[in-house]
C-alpha cells in the first residue's frame, strides 16, 4: 500500500522530472556554451518566482482537502501589499515586525470571516469565498482609494523592509519553512487527520463527532494567513502596497494543488503533491520564456499540462 | 400451461470464465453460470465473493478481463450499458441508480433505447402499472418512499425491454412490507418468462424465490443447486467452506440502569422512554421510518430535543445505518478510520504518535477478526463486513459505556454477522449498554436482552426476547399489537 | 530621416564584416491596449529594418509580478539590449536595476520609475498634453458661445495612473482660469470604452447640459459618445480624447469619421526608442542622454487624413 502511495506521487514527479529534462534539453546558451537553464541565478530565479504562489497553495491544498475552495486569497493578498506598505510608508508604526504583524493578522482574520461563514450557514465555500474575493478587493481599494503605494529606495522604514524582504533567501526561505510546516501538520497532527476526515465524508465526520466547524474555520483562516504573509512578501518585491494585485491567483493556487494530485470533491492529496505540482508550473513557465515562447500560447501549453498532469494521476488510480 | 417442473425454459444467459482484478486483487476468477427463461437464479456467495461484480459486469458497467458471455447462445461482446440494454438485460442497483432531482417518468425515459418519440405518460404508465406503482410520471423521486424507488427503477428496466433483470441486494433497505410486494412482483416477472438473477445472501429470502442458486467464493463459482433440494445449511457451507457454529447467547443478569430517557419528543419520536442497564443488549425493533435511526440521532445530540429528558450515566456511542454515508472516510486508510475518535489519546501536544496509533488498533482488529491487506490500505479496497468492521472498531477504541448499533450487519456476509454477535455479547459482557437496531428479527432475538418495538415514533411494544417472536415483534410494529403479554 | 539612419545603421553594420547578430529583448506591460498594440507593431517594423537585430516582445497581461520575472529571464539570456514598459513604476525599478547591474543597456519606454535604473528613459509629456487638450476646449467653448463657459464631462482613466493624473492636472490648469467653465461630472471608467459608455449614460441622465466629453483616452470618448448617440444628444456636444493612434481602430480615424472632434497624440516613443537602440547597438561610442521628450500633435478634422497615414503603421 505504502508503494502504491509512492508509486502515486511518483507520477507527479515524473512530470516534474521529464519538465526538467526537456528544459535542460532545449535551453538556450550562454556566451560559455553553457545552458541557461542550468545556471544557480536561473534556478534561483524560478524558486523565488513560485514562492508565492507556493505558498497560499498549501493552505490551499489543507481548504481543497476539507472539500471547499478559497477564492478570496488573490484579494486577501491584495489587502495585505496595501496595509503592510500603508504602515510602513505613511509611518504608523516605526517597526518593521508590526507592520507586518498587523497586514498578516488582518489577512488570517478575513480567512476565519470565510470559515466562520461557511461553517456557520453551510454555505457553499465558492459562494462564501466568491462573495470574500469581491469584498476584501473592495476593502483593500478603499482603504487605499484604489491607488498604489509605492515604497521608495531611500534610507526610509518602508524601503529597508523591501530590500530586506525581497532578499531571494528570504522569499525562497519563507515558501521552505512554510511547506515544512504545513507538510507535518498534515502528516502528523490531529489537525491534519481532522481536515482529511472532513473532506472525505462530511456526514460521517459529523456522526463521529469530530469539530467539523473549527476544522473549517481554522483552515480558511490558515488560508488568509498564508495569503497575507504571501502579500508582505509581494509589497517587498514589487515596492509597493497595490490593492489591484494578486488577480487570478487563487487559480494559479488551485492548479497547483491539482496538479499535485489533490483531489477538488476534497478527502485526498498531499503537501508534496502540491510542491510538486507548483515546481512544474514554474519550471514550466521558465522554460517558455527562456525559448521566448509567446506569452499567449505559454498559457496554452499550461492548459494542456494541467489536464494531462490530472489525467495522468487518474490513470494510476484505476490500475 | 406446461409447470415448471416438467417444461425447462431455455439457457437464456450464459457467463462462463469470467476474471475481473482491480489491482493486485482478483475479485472473479473464472467464475460461471446459467440463468433460464422464467427462473429466479440466485447469486450467492460471501461479501467479496465477487456476486456484485459478476451482476455488473453481466450488465455492461464494468468491464471484465476475460470471459465469455452468450445470450441465447450466441455469444456477444457487452462493454457499456447501452449494450447490455439492446440485449435486453437490466439491472437494479443496491444503491438504486435513480435520479432524485427527476421526476419518475424522466427517470423512466432517460437514455432509454425505446422511448425515443413517444409522449411520457403513454410511454411509462403500462410499466408502472406492470410493477403496480401507482404514483403521477410527474413526481419528483426523491419525495418517492425507498420501496417505490425500487418499484420505479424495475419499471425502468422493464420499459428498456428488458428479459433479463439482475436485481443487486434488493431487499437490502426495503422495509418487510416493501419486500413482500417486490416478491410479489418477482414472482409474476417470472411467470410472464422473464429471467431474474437475484443477488443476495439473505437466506430466507432466496428460499422462497430462487429457483436455483449459484454459489460464489472468493471469485470462483462453488457450484449451481436446485433450491428444492437443497438447505440452508449446505448453502452456507457452499458459502463458507466452513461450518458455522451459531452460538446461543448466555443470559445475563440485571444492573443499574446506565441510560435512562424520559418522555423523549422529537420531531420524528413521540413520548419514549425506556431505561438501559449495564451488561444489557436492549433490541430496538420497527419497519424503516419508524423512528429507530432517529431515536440514535436522539440519543447521539444530532437531532433537537422537543422535549422529556435523557439521563446518561457514560459515553454514548452511534454506528450509523448507512456505513458509507454516515461512517466511513473511504479515501482514508483502516487506520485512520478506526482511530478517528480516539486520536487525543495516541498524540501528544496535537502531534500524532504512529506507532502508539497502531498499537492502539492491534487488539480491537484482532477480536474483530479484520482481514485487510494492511491497517494502511485505503478502507475502499476493503469488502463491506471488514469495513464494517472498521467502523465498529472505531467506537470500540472509544469504549463508550453505552453503544447504539444502527443495523450493524446490513449487508455483511455470514462469517463477519457471527463475529459482530460476538463482539455484542463481550462488550456487554464487559458492563457496556447496548441498543441494537435490526431489521433481521432472528438477529434481534438471538442478541438482545429485551426488545423495544417502535411504531411511528412510539414505543408500540416491550418484550423480554425469550418470551418473543417474530410474529409478535412484526405485529407490533406493523399494527401497534399492544394486546399481547408478556410485555416488560 | 529615419530612413536615413536606418541606411546608415546598414552601412556600419556591413563594414564591420564580422556578421554579429544582436537580440534585443522588449518587456511589455500589456499586450491588450491599442496603444500597446500599435507600440509593438511599430517597434517590430522598425528592427525589421535592421537584419542584424533579432527582436522578441514578452507580454506581462499587466501584472507586476508577471514582469519582473520576465525581464529577470530576460536578464539570464543577456540581449545585447533591453526594453522595458513598465506595467507600474515601483514594481520594476529594482529589477531593471539589475539588468544595469548586468551591464546591459536599458531604455525605459513611455512609463518612468522610482530610480534611474535605465541608460535612457524616452517618453512623452502627459501634463503638456492635458495643458494643450484644455487650450482647444477652452477655445471651442469662447467659440461657441461668445465667451470661454460651460460644462464639461471628464471620464478618467484609472486612477493613480501617471497619465490620468497628468492629463487631469494640465486640462485643470487650463480650465481653473475661466470662473465660468465647469466641470459637471468626472467619473472613472478606467481607461475602457464599455465603462466609460455605462458611465456616460449615468451623466447624460443627470446632467441636463454637457458641452465638452474629455475622455482622458479616445477610447473613452468613444465610449461616451456612443451613450450619448444612444440618447440622440451626441449632436449637442463634442467629444475629445487623447492617445491619437493610427489604424481603422485608432483616435485618427474617429476624427475622420466625425466622431470625435480632436485627439491629441501620445508619442508610442517607439521610433525614438529604436532610433536610440540602433546607435547603441552600432555605434560603440555612442553615449544616449538620459531623457528623451517627446512631443505631442493636435489631430482635427483639418489634419486627420495627413495624420492618419502618417500614423497607420503597415503590417
Partial sequence: MRAIALLRRAQSLTALAGIVILAIAISPTAGDGSRIFLQAG??????????????????????????????????????????????????????????????????????????????????????????????????????????????????????????????????????????????????????????????????????????????KIWVYMLSGLLSGAAGVLYAAENHQGNPNAGVAYELDAIAAVVIGGTRLSGGKGSISGTIVGTLIMGVLTNMLRLNNVDSNVEMMIKAVIIVLAVAVQREGKES | MPTGETVRMATVLAAAGISKHYGGVYALKG??????????????????????????????????????????????????????????????????????????????????????????EAFCRPYLDQVGLECEVRRPVSSLPIGQRQLLAIARALSMSARIILMDEPTSSLSEDAAERLFGLIRDLKRSGFAIVYVSHKMDEIFRLADRATVLRDGATVGTVEMPSTSAEELIHMM????????????????????????????????????????????????????????????????????????????????????????????????????????????????????????????????????????????????????????????????????????????????????????????????????????????????????????????????????????????????????????? | MRTLVAVSMLLAACGGGAKKQFLVAFSQANNAEPYRAAQNALM??????????????????????????????????????????????????????????????????ERDILQPNYTTYVHSDNVAIGRLAGQFIVDHLAKKHGKPRGNIVAMRGLLGVEGEINRERGAKEIFDKYPDIKIVADPVADWIQAKAKDRMTEVLRAQPAIDVVYGHNDPMAIGAYLAAKEL????????????????????????????????????????????????????????????????????????????????????
Fill in chain 1, 42 to 215: 536561473n534556478l534561483t530565479d524560478i524558486l523565488r518566482q513560485i514562492s508565492l504562489i507556493g505558498i497560499i497553495s498549501l493552505a490551499m491544498t489543507f481548504v481543497i482537502l476539507t472539500g471547499g475552495i478559497d477564492l478570496s486569497v488573490g484579494s486577501i493578498l491584495a489587502l495585505s501589499t496595501s496595509l503592510v506598505a500603508m504602515w510602513l510608508a505613511r509611518g504608523y508604526t516605526q517597526h518593521i515586525a508590526v507592520a507586518i504583524l498587523v497586514a498578516v493578522a488582518a489577512s488570517g482574520a478575513m480567512g476565519a470571516i470565510n470559515g466562520g461563514v461557511i461553517a456557520a450557514t453551510r454555505m457553499q465555500p465558492f459562494v462564501v469565498t466568491l462573495a470574500s474575493m469581491i469584498g476584501v478587493r473592495g476593502l483593500a481599494k478603499w482603504i487605499t482609494s484604489n491607488q498604489n503605494i509605492d515604497i521608495g529606495f531611500g534610507r526610509d522604514l518602508a524601503a529597508e523592509f523591501a530590500a530586506t524582504f525581497r532578499e531571494k533567501a528570504i522569499v525562497i526561505g519563507s515558501y521552505a519553512v512554510a511547506a515544512a510546516i504545513f507538510w507535518l501538520v498534515l502528516a502528523r497532527t490531529v489537525f491534519g487527520r481532522h481536515v482529511r476526515a472532513v473532506g472525505d465524508n462530511e456526514r460521517a465526520a459529523e456522526y463521529a463527532g469530530l469539530p467539523i466547524r473549527r476544522t
Fill in chain 2, 31 to 120: 467464475a460461471h453460470f446459467e440463468v433460464r427463461a422464467g427462473e429466479v437464479h440466485a447469486l450467492m456467495g460471501e461479501n467479496g465473493a465477487g456476486k456484485s461484480t459478476l451482476a455488473r459486469i453481466v450488465a455492461g458497467s464494468t468491464r471484465a478481463d476475460s470471459g465469455t458471455i452468450a445470450i441465447d447462445g450466441r455469444a456477444v461482446r457487452i462493454a457499456s450499458p447501452v449494450d447490455a440494454q439492446r440485449l435486453g438485460i437490466g439491472i437494479i442497483y443496491q444503491e438504486l441508480d435513480l435520479f432524485p432531482s427527476l421526476t419518475a417518468g424522466e427517470n423512466i425515459v432517460i437514455g432509454n433505447l425505446h422511448a425515443a418519440g413517444q409522449r411520457m
Fill in chain 2, 240 to 488: 463458507v467452506g466452513r461450518q458455522l457454529a451459531v452460538t446461543a447467547r448466555r443470559e445475563r443478569t440485571a444492573a443499574d440502569p446506565i441510560l435512562m430517557v424520559r418522555g423523549l419528543t422529537t420531531t420524528m419520536l413521540k413520548d419514549v422512554s425506556f431505561e438501559l442497564r449495564h451488561g444489557e443488549v436492549l433490541g430496538i425493533a420497527g419497519l424503516v421510518g419508524s423512528g429507530r435511526s432517529e431515536l440514535g440521532a436522539a440519543l447521539y445530540g444530532l437531532d433537537r430535543i422537543v422535549s422529556g429528558s435523557i439521563e446518561a450515566r457514560a459515553a454514548i456511542g452511534l454506528v450509523p445505518e448507512d456505513r458509507r454515508l454516515q461512517g466511513l472516510m473511504m479515501q482514508m486508510s483502516v487506520l485512520e478510520n478506526s482511530t478517528l475518535r480516539v486520536l487525543g489519546r495516541v498524540a501528544r501536544f496535537g502531534w500524532l504518535d504512529r506507532r502508539r496509533e497502531a498499537a492502539e488498533l492491534a487488539p480491537v482488529a484482532r477480536d474483530l477478526a479484520l482481514n485487510c491487506p494492511s491497517v494502511d490500505a485505503p478502507l475502499n479496497r476493503l469488502s463491506g463486513g471488514n469495513q464494517q468492521k472498521v467502523l465498529l472498531s472505531r467506537w470500540l477504541l472509544a469504549r463508550p459505556g453505552v453503544l447504539f448499533l444502527d443495523d450493524p450487519t446490513r449487508g455483511i456476509d455470514v462469517g463477519a454477522k457471527q463475529d459482530i454477535y460476538r463482539m455484542i455479547d463481550e462488550l456487554a459482557a464487559g458492563g457496556a449498554g447496548i441498543l441494537l437496531v435490526s431489521s433481521e428479527l432472528p438477529e434481534l432475538l438471538r442478541c438482545s436482552d429485551r426488545i423495544l418495538v417502535l411504531r411511528d415514533g412510539r414505543i408500540a411494544a416491550r418484550y423480554y426476547a425469550r418470551d418473543a417472536t417474530q410474529e409478535k415483534i412484526m405485529a407490533a410494529a406493523a399494527f401497534g399489537d399492544f394486546i399481547d403479554g408478556a410485555r416488560c
Fill in chain 3, 44 to 109: 517590430a517594423k522598425l528592427f525589421s529594418g535592421m537584419p542584424d537585430v533579432k527582436l522578441v516582445i514578452s507580454d506581462a497581461q499587466q501584472d507586476n509580478s508577471k514582469q519582473v520575472a520576465q525581464v529577470e529571464t530576460f536578464i539570464r539570456q543577456k540581449p545585447d539590449l533591453l526594453i522595458v514598459a513598465p506595467n507600474e513604476r515601483a514594481a520594476l525599478t529594482a529589477v531593471m536595476g539589475q539588468a544595469m547591474e548586468a551591464k546591459l543597456p536599458v531604455i525605459c519606454l
Fill in chain 3, 232 to 315: 440622440g444628444r451626441e449632436k449637442e456636444m463634442i467629444f475629445v480624447g487623447v492617445d491619437g493612434l493610427g489604424g481603422p481602430a485608432g483616435g485618427i480615424r474617429k476624427v475622420l469619421d466625425g466622431i470625435l472632434a480632436a485627439t491629441f497624440v501620445y508619442p508610442l516613443c517607439v521610433d525614438k526608442a529604436v532610433e536610440i537602440a540602433g546607435r547603441i547597438l552600432h555605434e560603440p561610442g555612442f553615449k544616449p542622454e538620459k531623457d528623451y521628450v517627446l512631443e505631442s500633435a493636435i489631430v482635427t478634422p483639418d489634419n486627420a487624413a495627413q495624420m492618419y497615414q502618417k500614423f497607420t503603421v503597415l503590417q
